[in-house]
């Protein structure tokens, strides 16, 4: 075999292709030696493939036709092939049965190996199909582990196989839950995993589950010929978690549109008795809450007819913002239990689930920079807040903390931040004073999307509370001064799956988001204060579409391969929208190999002129004003199907309204408009 080589084996192939086109019925290769050919040239093909997904090659082992000699049909001879082509995908199928074993081992030890439980279902009895799973789940992560039917012939064949298998999961799962092995949640992202979503990755189809969690919860009792009792398993684990809290009051949170925080309290009493009934923990807000503006108002697209049922995500349970209260964020869905496309969480959901379908994965880390003033003793005054005393406060300088210690300085009550945050699971990176008066940033550890706009809301509340607990006011306002530097929310990021720090791939990403970065803006600048933050000079990003090595004044800053800064994202704008807007273009950069065709920008882009600015590829500057990035949103179809039509209408909807509202006050009304709501 060796002496064929890879072009003899393409010219055998061809000949093959070509007597079957002849019409030549295609038969099953016989030859031992043209079987390799075959087999090989095949992965060599995918393995030098330039293309980002990679087709998988499917292996029938075990169970199946008998033509196959038992003893040479376990998946254990295919080792030494899994190991000379790592980066070509294998695929074991039926379940190797009665090889099962195997086969899980095979996919635990191996990235690129996948283990399908086909076949067996319905070929096998019920104990043989519970004991594959088993056998299967002993070693193997479910990540690995895909479902076919194997249907043939008759269409009894599909709908029987699914059937089994669905109830094979129920009662292996369930015993697994009672018995403390797996809470409902990894239970239900098991079941996704195997039925849908490790498939859906793995051969890069473009399709949408309809298997959501179920709004309802599995009970603890899921054996066949069992009662059901009414207290589930998962909801047990919730309530331990609960307990140790020792709070009086849940708050569910959700950032509308114009990310104004809202919530409802619930006294811990009632949420334990609704989880002990083994009922969901569900609260039905009218569908108007993703369609209000910040005084109230209903947007004339809105209806203020039907309800949402809000479900908290226990995922995002954490002790705060105050004592005696802890948080999570709630998800909407219709009453039936299906995702509503303009739910903030279901959007940033969706879109890291599609990047996960081609392969792709991130971290991120925001920078919040917020500004603490006193309240104003004089009830007479329009200024409700004053600004600190200036004792030299200036970017990182250390006289800045020289008063912590004295009572009443906003310096003595950081600890107390930095406590809530840390019981609350979020370990800040730094913390140093800004340019501005009263003026700070604190530095949130890496996490993965939603994680970390999850941790961006709580730590402002933490920052809110704890400030007005001690009677200071806590603003996000984009520019509360016009001849200080304004306050944004610096996003950092890096492609985090395997090849992220190849500029192949991270370079296709940030160039698709320079290609939508006008559109993005609408997202990240969404109020028409931020704006005016957007000016040359004071390291915001400046105004031009483009991006630079350590370079503060462009929109995107690189700072070591694929981790880069988005700087033009303030704290007015929905972490939710915002990341599920940059993240979706750059993922579609990476599937289309769009080219960075923007050069790197040393120095400031404004200081440059039309002909330097053209070597480096830099035409476009962003928007002026909230009026035009809502517009360029408008004109961006490519990004507007990623993001949803029904959500960017939505969005636009809203913030013209907003528009409407806000223009006809003056420069220092809306300033404490702002202010007052930020």
Request: charged share 20%; proline share 7%; glycine share 6%.
């Given at each position: 075999m060796a002496d064929v080589g890879l072009e003899g084996s393409r010219q055998a192939l061809e000949a093959i292709f070509a007597a079957n086109r002849c019409g030549t019925p295609f038969q099953r290769l016989q030859n031992l030696p043209l079987n390799h050919l075959f087999v090989h040239?095949?992965?060599?093909?995918?393995?030098?493939?330039?293309?980002?997904?990679?087709?998988?090659?499917?292996?029938?082992?075990?169970?199946?036709?008998?033509?196959?000699?038992?003893?040479?049909?376990?998946?254990?001879?295919?080792?030494?092939?899994?190991?000379?082509?790592?980066?070509?995908?294998?695929?074991?199928?039926?379940?190797?049965?009665?090889?099962?074993?195997?086969?899980?081992?095979?996919?635990?030890?191996y990235p690129n190996v996948y283990a399908d439980i086909g076949e067996v279902f319905p070929f096998i009895s019920r104990d043989g199909q519970e004991g594959v799973v088993k056998q299967i789940l002993e070693l193997c992560p479910w990540s690995k582990i895909l479902w076919s039917t194997d249907g043939h012939w008759f269409p009894e064949t599909y709908i029987l196989a699914t059937t089994q298998i669905r109830s094979v999961l129920k009662t292996v799962l369930g015993d697994y839950v009672r018995k403390n092995q797996l809470n409902e949640e990894q239970a239900v992202q098991l079941v996704r995993g195997i039925l849908f979503t490790n498939s859906k990755k793995l051969y890069n189809l473009h399709l949408d589950t309809v298997l959501a969690p179920s709004p309802q919860p599995m009970a603890a009792s899921l054996d066949r010929g069992q009662e059901t009792t009414r207290t589930s398993r998962p909801n047990l684990a919730i309530l331990e978690k609960l307990r140790k809290l020792e709070c009086k009051w849940l708050r569910i949170y959700w950032q509308d549109y114009t990310s104004t925080a809202r919530c409802r309290l619930i006294p811990l009493k009632r949420v334990i008795a609704t989880l002990e009934s083994g009922k969901p923990m569900t609260l039905?807000?009218?569908?108007?809450?993703?369609?209000?503006?910040?005084?109230?108002a209903m947007i004339p697209e809105a209806t203020a007819t039907g309800a949402y049922a809000l479900q908290p995500d226990w995922s995002s349970l954490k002790p705060g913002p105050a004592p005696g209260h802890a948080s999570c964020f709630g998800v909407f869905h219709e009453m039936d239990g299906k995702d509503v496309a303009i739910c903030p969480r279901t959007l940033l959901r969706k879109t890291i689930e599609t990047a996960a379908s081609h392969g792709l994965t991130f971290i991120l880390g925001f920078e919040i920079e917020f500004v603490i003033m006193e309240r104003n003793p004089d009830p007479t005054s329009e200024e409700k807040y004053r600004t600190m005393t200036n004792d030299g406060h200036a970017w990182s300088v250390a006289r800045v903390l020289a008063d912590t210690g004295r009572e009443g300085s906003f310096n003595s009550v950081v600890d107390d931040i930095v406590d809530c945050l840390d019981d609350a699971g979020i370990l800040i990176e730094q913390f140093h004073s800004e340019s501005a008066l009263g003026q700070y940033e604190l530095v949130l550890p890496p996490m993965p999307p939603m994680e970390v706009c999850d941790a961006l809301l709580h730590t402002r509340q933490v920052l809110e509370s704890v400030a007005a607990r001690h009677g200071f006011r806590m603003t996000l306002h984009p520019k509360p001064f016009a001849d200080r530097c304004g306050s944004a929310s610096h996003v950092h990021m890096s492609v985090s799956s395997p090849g992220?720090?190849?500029?192949?791939?991270?370079?296709?990403?940030?160039?698709?988001?320079?290609?939508?970065?006008?559109?993005?803006?609408?997202?990240?600048?969404?109020?028409?204060t931020s704006y005016d933050r957007m000016v040359d000079g004071y390291w915001a990003g400046g105004r031009w579409v483009?991006?630079?090595?350590?370079?503060?004044e462009a929109p995107l800053r690189k700072c070591e391969n694929s981790h880069w800064e988005f700087k033009t994202m303030d704290g007015l704008a929905n972490?939710?929208?915002?990341?599920?807007?940059i993240l979706a273009a750059g993922t579609n950069g990476i599937v289309k190999r769009e080219r960075l065709t923007w050069g790197d920008c040393e120095p400031d882009p404004a200081n440059l002129n039309d002909e330097q600015r053209k070597k480096l590829g830099i035409s476009q500057m962003l928007p002026a004003d909230l009026k035009e990035a809502l517009q360029a949103l408008k004109e961006d179809s490519e990004l507007g199907d990623l993001l949803g039509p029904a959500f960017v209408r939505r969005y636009i909807d809203v913030k013209e309204?907003?528009?409407?509202?806000?223009?006809?006050?003056?420069?220092?009304?809306?300033?404490?408009?702002?202010?007052?709501?930020?």
């Open positions: 040239t095949t992965a060599n093909l995918i393995d030098t493939s330039s293309a980002l997904h990679k087709k998988p090659i499917q292996f029938h082992t075990g169970l199946g036709d008998n033509d196959i000699t038992l003893t040479k049909s376990s998946p254990a001879h295919l080792q030494q092939f899994i190991s000379e082509y790592p980066s070509v995908p294998v695929v074991i199928l039926h379940a190797s049965y009665p090889w099962s074993r195997e086969a899980g081992y095979l996919a635990a030890m039905s807000i009218t569908k108007a809450a993703l369609g209000l503006l910040p005084n109230d992220g720090d190849e500029p192949r791939v991270y370079e296709a990403f940030y160039a698709g988001i320079l290609k939508h970065l006008r559109a993005i803006i609408a997202l990240t600048y969404s109020n028409p483009t991006w630079g090595t350590e370079n503060k972490p939710y929208f915002a990341v599920a807007a309204a907003e528009l409407e509202m806000l223009n006809p006050m003056g420069v220092e009304e809306r300033r404490r408009w702002i202010m007052e709501r930020y």
